[in-house]
């Protein structure tokens, strides 16, 4: 027997999947990315033990029709791109086709689904990239995907997940941040029974910084609309007196989606340099817009870097709109609302 052998699928996808999925709060980015572009106006998140016992997700966007749901679960399979050429102009969050295929591989998934055409729904339970069981049910339309145990067959990678608290605090980052993107769409996430965020979808990033940071972030905020080289810049720059020793405040997202990008995070920094404190970073909520061929997300396959065609520009238009956008007002000191 030769001793070079192409891998099952099952391990392909297993293997894939490492590069997808790291921890619970992974599984929840992309489910929730895929309410997302389903065209939800709702979507809860409930997890057990971090994520790690349990991860529920509900939405009450266009549900997967039947003959569609078990190749949902296949690697590259997608509703969202035909070929190379439609990632220039890519308008939904996901496009590899990779998460269900990667998910089902590493957990037991139940998936309850219905679209409007359809009279009934689909109830699927795949574990370990086996399809288990695939029948009718009756359902509202949307779709609720169970995700339990996850890595519970790799012991490996299941060693390497924090405590359920830690994993639990990724997973809130994580819906922050979607909450944010997304002021449309009324979020809720639920961990061990209990409500740790709730927006309320009624299209106001404002009101979402309030549900999220509360009063004292929301009232010391500055809005900012600027725009220069194709790049439009949106959102809201904190005071520079609400700043924090970390970066974990910085949220800025490239046309409707949140990435992590050393540059970005620079030329916002060097726009609030004449203003702040060193050692100090700000509270940011920025939407970029250019034209999408201007940018590549397909980097990496969690989607979270981005590269710019113009770098300099980005890095200018950014810089500067901060810049002036503090410059411009009287720079009213911090205001403590009281009870
Ligand atoms: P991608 O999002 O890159 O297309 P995924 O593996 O995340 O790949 O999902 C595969 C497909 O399953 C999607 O293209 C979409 O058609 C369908 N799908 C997944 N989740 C949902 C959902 N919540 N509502 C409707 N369709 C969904
Ligand atoms: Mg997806």
């Given at each position: 027997m030769s001793k070079i052998q192409v891998l099952d699928q099952i391990t392909i996808d297993q293997i894939a999947a490492g590069e997808v999925i790291e921890r619970p709060a992974s599984v929840v980015k992309e489910l929730v990315e895929n309410a997302i572009d389903a065209g939800s106006s709702s979507v809860t998140v409930e997890i057990q033990e971090g994520g790690i016992a349990l991860i529920r997700i509900a939405d009450n966007g266009c549900g997967i029709a039947r003959e569609d749901v078990p190749n949902a679960f296949l690697r590259h399979s997608t509703s969202k791109i035909r070929s190379i050429q439609d990632l220039s102009h890519v308008g939904s969050l996901g496009f590899r086709g990779e998460a269900l295929s990667s998910i089902a591989a590493v957990s037991q998934v139940e998936l309850r689904t219905k679209?409007?055409?359809?009279?009934?729904?689909?109830?699927?339970?795949?574990?370990?990239?086996?399809?288990?069981?695939?029948?009718?049910?009756?359902?509202?339309?949307?779709?609720?995907?169970?995700?339990?145990?996850?890595?519970?067959?790799?012991?490996?990678?299941?060693?390497?997940?924090?405590?359920?608290?830690?994993?639990?605090?990724?997973?809130?980052?994580?819906?922050?941040?979607?909450?944010?993107?997304?002021?449309?769409?009324?979020?809720?996430?639920?961990?061990?029974?209990?409500?740790?965020?709730?927006?309320?979808?009624?299209?106001?990033?404002k009101d979402v910084i309030y549900q999220l940071y509360g009063r004292d972030v929301a009232a010391n905020l500055l809005e900012i609309h600027y725009e220069k080289n194709g790049i439009r810049l949106d959102g809201f720059l904190g005071k520079p007196i609400i700043s924090r020793g970390n970066r974990t405040y910085e949220n800025y997202f490239i046309n409707g989606r949140y990435i992590r990008s050393g540059m970005v995070s620079k030329a916002i920094e060097d726009g609030y340099k004449d203003f702040m404190m060193q050692?100090?970073?700000?509270?940011?909520?920025?939407?970029?817009?250019?034209?999408?061929?201007?940018?590549?997300?397909?980097?990496?396959?969690?989607?979270?870097?981005?590269r710019f065609h113009n770098q300099q520009a980005v890095y200018g238009t950014l810089m500067e709109g901060v810049h002036k956008t503090l410059s411009e007002p009287e720079l009213i000191p911090f205001v403590h609302l009281e009870e």
């Amino acid at each position: 027997m030769s001793k070079i052998q192409v891998l099952d699928q099952i391990t392909i996808d297993q293997i894939a999947a490492g590069e997808v999925i790291e921890r619970p709060a992974s599984v929840v980015k992309e489910l929730v990315e895929n309410a997302i572009d389903a065209g939800s106006s709702s979507v809860t998140v409930e997890i057990q033990e971090g994520g790690i016992a349990l991860i529920r997700i509900a939405d009450n966007g266009c549900g997967i029709a039947r003959e569609d749901v078990p190749n949902a679960f296949l690697r590259h399979s997608t509703s969202k791109i035909r070929s190379i050429q439609d990632l220039s102009h890519v308008g939904s969050l996901g496009f590899r086709g990779e998460a269900l295929s990667s998910i089902a591989a590493v957990s037991q998934v139940e998936l309850r689904t219905k679209t409007a055409d359809d009279l009934f729904g689909t109830h699927y339970l795949i574990e370990g990239g086996t399809e288990k069981k695939m029948e009718e049910i009756g359902a509202t339309d949307g779709t609720t995907f169970l995700i339990r145990q996850l890595f519970y067959n790799i012991p490996a990678r299941r060693k390497f997940l924090k405590t359920p608290m830690t994993e639990a605090s990724h997973v809130n980052d994580v819906l922050m941040r979607l909450a944010l993107s997304h002021p449309e769409i009324a979020f809720r996430f639920v961990n061990n029974g209990q409500e740790k965020l709730r927006t309320s979808g009624n299209g106001k990033i404002k009101d979402v910084i309030y549900q999220l940071y509360g009063r004292d972030v929301a009232a010391n905020l500055l809005e900012i609309h600027y725009e220069k080289n194709g790049i439009r810049l949106d959102g809201f720059l904190g005071k520079p007196i609400i700043s924090r020793g970390n970066r974990t405040y910085e949220n800025y997202f490239i046309n409707g989606r949140y990435i992590r990008s050393g540059m970005v995070s620079k030329a916002i920094e060097d726009g609030y340099k004449d203003f702040m404190m060193q050692h100090k970073f700000p509270f940011v909520v920025l939407y970029l817009s250019l034209p999408p061929e201007e940018t590549d997300v397909n980097v990496h396959p969690t989607k979270m870097e981005v590269r710019f065609h113009n770098q300099q520009a980005v890095y200018g238009t950014l810089m500067e709109g901060v810049h002036k956008t503090l410059s411009e007002p009287e720079l009213i000191p911090f205001v403590h609302l009281e009870e």
